[in-house]
């Protein structure tokens, strides 16, 4: 079992968290990454001095915990990443990127990276799917492609936009049913934990 000492997590040189939990008898958490690989960590303090993004990618990834009535250790970190989330981390440290990110979600009609899509850009959805060549997805609303690398990038879209995507079942290869379902859960904790784009990011693509 590999213990995590340190309190950071090298941005970019680990895949996403496909799923994590709190396992009672060794009081730690652990957290899969969708490679396969698995740590676990000890201390809140280690999950708590992430980056922003990607405790905001935790808090997307389904969680589990055996305690029933959500108390106990576990669920107590997980409420209290909840709140941090909602506040934009006003009371929690977090770390800064130690290495440069994923180029990110690139606009439909142009090459740039934006941080954003403008509200409603999915109101003539036509259909999402998994692509298992590239581990990627692509959304076609109308005549144009949007291809989102990482399932944390559909934080990109307005309420609305998501709520399309939780509402149409996403196309793949039978194969490959589990890792398409696991971009609709994300899709579903964005809604559940209001983590898709802020209204004062209306108005277009911000780049």
């Known amino acids: 079992m590999g213990v995590i000492s340190s309190h950071y997590d090298e941005v970019g040189k680990k895949s996403e968290v496909a799923c994590w939990r709190y396992e009672h008898d060794k009081e730690m958490w652990l957290i899969t990454r969708k490679s396969g690989h698995r740590e676990y960590y000890a201390k809140e303090s280690q ?5 922003k993004t990607d405790l905001k990618s935790l808090l997307c990834a389904p969680y589990y915990d055996p305690e029933l009535n959500q108390r106990g250790r576990g669920w107590a970190f997980h409420s209290r990443l909840e709140r941090e989330v909602k506040t934009n981390f006003a009371t929690m440290k ?7 990110r994923n180029p990110g979600v690139r606009g ?3 090459k740039r990276t934006i941080k954003s899509f403008e509200r409603g850009i ?3 959805f036509k259909f999402w799917a998994y692509d298992p060549k590239i581990a990627e997805v692509v959304i076609v609303p109308e005549d144009q492609s949007i291809r989102i690398p990482n399932s944390y990038d559909l934080m990109s879209f307005h309420e609305e936009d998501v ?3 939780t509402n ?12 398409a379902k696991a971009w609709t859960s994300v899709a579903a904790n964005i809604l559940t934990h209001h983590l898709f784009a802020p209204d004062q990011e209306q108005g277009g693509p911000q780049v």
């Not at 999950?47 to 980056?51: P, R």
């Not at 977090?94 to 440069?100: L, R, W, Y």
């Not at 149409?168 to 890792?179: A, D, L």
């Open 108 to 110: 439909p009609h142009t």
């Open 47 to 51: 999950l708590e001095s992430w980056t």
């Open 122 to 124: 999915l109101k003539n």
């Open 94 to 100: 977090t770390a800064e990127p130690t290495v440069k």
């Open 168 to 179: 149409h079942q996403i196309r793949t290869n039978e194969k490959y049913e589990e890792c």
């Open 163 to 165: 709520l399309i995507l």
